[in-house]
Nanobody
Protein backbone atom coordinates (compact mmCIF):
# COMPACT_ATOMS: atom_id res chain seq x y z
CA UNK A 1 0.00 0.00 0.00
CA UNK A 2 1.23 3.46 -0.92
CA UNK A 3 0.10 6.59 0.88
CA UNK A 4 0.44 10.03 -0.73
CA UNK A 5 0.07 13.32 1.08
CA UNK A 6 0.03 16.64 -0.77
CA UNK A 7 0.70 20.06 0.70
CA UNK A 8 1.35 23.62 -0.38
CA UNK A 9 -1.93 24.66 -1.95
CA UNK A 10 -3.20 28.14 -1.11
CA UNK A 11 -4.63 31.36 -2.53
CA UNK A 12 -2.24 33.25 -4.81
CA UNK A 13 -2.54 36.23 -7.15
CA UNK A 14 -2.30 36.04 -10.93
CA UNK A 15 1.33 35.87 -11.98
CA UNK A 16 2.40 34.45 -8.65
CA UNK A 17 4.34 31.32 -7.83
CA UNK A 18 3.69 28.31 -5.66
CA UNK A 19 5.37 25.02 -4.76
CA UNK A 20 3.35 21.89 -4.12
CA UNK A 21 4.83 18.88 -2.38
CA UNK A 22 3.78 15.24 -2.31
CA UNK A 23 5.26 12.83 0.20
CA UNK A 24 5.00 9.08 -0.43
CA UNK A 25 5.11 6.43 2.25
CA UNK A 26 4.47 2.71 2.53
CA UNK A 27 5.52 0.43 -0.36
CA UNK A 28 7.39 3.16 -2.22
CA UNK A 29 9.55 0.55 -3.95
CA UNK A 30 6.49 -0.31 -6.06
CA UNK A 31 6.28 3.21 -7.53
CA UNK A 32 7.72 3.71 -11.03
CA UNK A 33 6.26 7.09 -11.95
CA UNK A 34 4.62 9.87 -9.98
CA UNK A 35 2.44 12.58 -11.40
CA UNK A 36 0.36 15.63 -10.71
CA UNK A 37 -3.22 15.91 -11.92
CA UNK A 38 -5.72 18.66 -11.31
CA UNK A 39 -9.48 18.97 -11.29
CA UNK A 40 -11.44 22.18 -11.50
CA UNK A 41 -15.13 22.37 -10.49
CA UNK A 42 -17.34 20.80 -13.14
CA UNK A 43 -14.39 19.53 -15.16
CA UNK A 44 -12.68 16.20 -15.57
CA UNK A 45 -9.42 15.41 -13.86
CA UNK A 46 -6.53 16.32 -16.17
CA UNK A 47 -2.87 15.46 -16.36
CA UNK A 48 -0.37 18.16 -15.40
CA UNK A 49 3.10 16.62 -15.15
CA UNK A 50 4.89 13.37 -14.36
CA UNK A 51 8.34 12.22 -13.33
CA UNK A 52 9.87 8.77 -13.17
CA UNK A 53 11.07 7.68 -9.77
CA UNK A 54 14.76 8.20 -10.52
CA UNK A 55 13.94 11.76 -11.57
CA UNK A 56 15.63 11.75 -14.97
CA UNK A 57 12.54 11.68 -17.16
CA UNK A 58 9.74 14.25 -17.02
CA UNK A 59 6.59 14.84 -19.05
CA UNK A 60 4.31 17.89 -19.14
CA UNK A 61 0.94 18.81 -20.51
CA UNK A 62 1.07 21.55 -23.13
CA UNK A 63 -0.77 24.08 -20.99
CA UNK A 64 1.93 24.10 -18.28
CA UNK A 65 5.09 23.78 -20.34
CA UNK A 66 7.47 26.60 -19.54
CA UNK A 67 5.52 27.60 -16.42
CA UNK A 68 5.51 24.50 -14.19
CA UNK A 69 8.39 22.21 -13.25
CA UNK A 70 8.19 18.80 -11.62
CA UNK A 71 11.07 17.45 -9.59
CA UNK A 72 11.78 14.72 -7.08
CA UNK A 73 13.82 14.11 -3.97
CA UNK A 74 14.35 10.39 -4.24
CA UNK A 75 15.74 9.83 -0.73
CA UNK A 76 12.82 11.70 0.82
CA UNK A 77 10.22 9.94 -1.36
CA UNK A 78 8.88 13.36 -2.27
CA UNK A 79 7.98 15.07 -5.50
CA UNK A 80 7.40 18.76 -6.08
CA UNK A 81 5.52 20.93 -8.52
CA UNK A 82 6.92 24.42 -8.93
CA UNK A 83 4.30 26.62 -10.50
CA UNK A 84 5.15 30.04 -11.95
CA UNK A 85 3.14 32.57 -13.89
CA UNK A 86 -0.08 31.29 -12.35
CA UNK A 87 -3.34 32.14 -14.09
CA UNK A 88 -6.94 32.03 -12.84
CA UNK A 89 -7.53 29.00 -15.08
CA UNK A 90 -4.94 27.11 -13.02
CA UNK A 91 -7.40 27.15 -10.12
CA UNK A 92 -8.15 23.55 -9.19
CA UNK A 93 -7.60 20.81 -6.67
CA UNK A 94 -4.18 19.35 -7.40
CA UNK A 95 -3.69 15.63 -6.83
CA UNK A 96 -0.55 13.57 -6.56
CA UNK A 97 -0.67 10.06 -8.00
CA UNK A 98 1.59 7.02 -8.25
CA UNK A 99 1.81 4.64 -11.20
CA UNK A 100 2.83 1.21 -9.93
CA UNK A 101 2.58 -0.64 -13.23
CA UNK A 102 5.84 -2.11 -14.49
CA UNK A 103 5.11 -0.47 -17.86
CA UNK A 104 5.55 2.93 -16.19
CA UNK A 105 9.30 2.32 -16.24
CA UNK A 106 9.31 3.07 -19.97
CA UNK A 107 5.99 4.75 -20.76
CA UNK A 108 4.62 7.78 -18.93
CA UNK A 109 0.86 7.66 -18.73
CA UNK A 110 -1.35 10.74 -18.75
CA UNK A 111 -4.47 8.67 -18.01
CA UNK A 112 -5.81 8.88 -14.44
CA UNK A 113 -7.01 5.30 -14.41
CA UNK A 114 -3.43 4.03 -14.86
CA UNK A 115 -2.46 5.48 -11.49
CA UNK A 116 -3.24 3.21 -8.57
CA UNK A 117 -2.59 5.47 -5.61
CA UNK A 118 -3.86 9.00 -5.03
CA UNK A 119 -3.49 11.69 -2.43
CA UNK A 120 -6.36 13.64 -0.94
CA UNK A 121 -5.62 16.76 -3.01
CA UNK A 122 -4.59 20.31 -2.23
CA UNK A 123 -6.54 23.39 -3.32
CA UNK A 124 -4.84 26.01 -5.47
CA UNK A 125 -6.80 29.20 -6.08
CA UNK A 126 -5.49 31.93 -8.35
CA UNK A 127 -7.23 35.27 -7.99
CA UNK A 128 -7.66 37.54 -10.97
Amino acid sequence: QVRLVESGGTLVQTGGSLRLSCAASGRTSSIYTMAWFRQAPGKEREFVAAINYSGDNTHYSDFVKGRFAISSHYAANTIYLDMNGLKPEDTAVYYCAADQRFLALVVVSTTPSDYESWGQGTQVTVSA
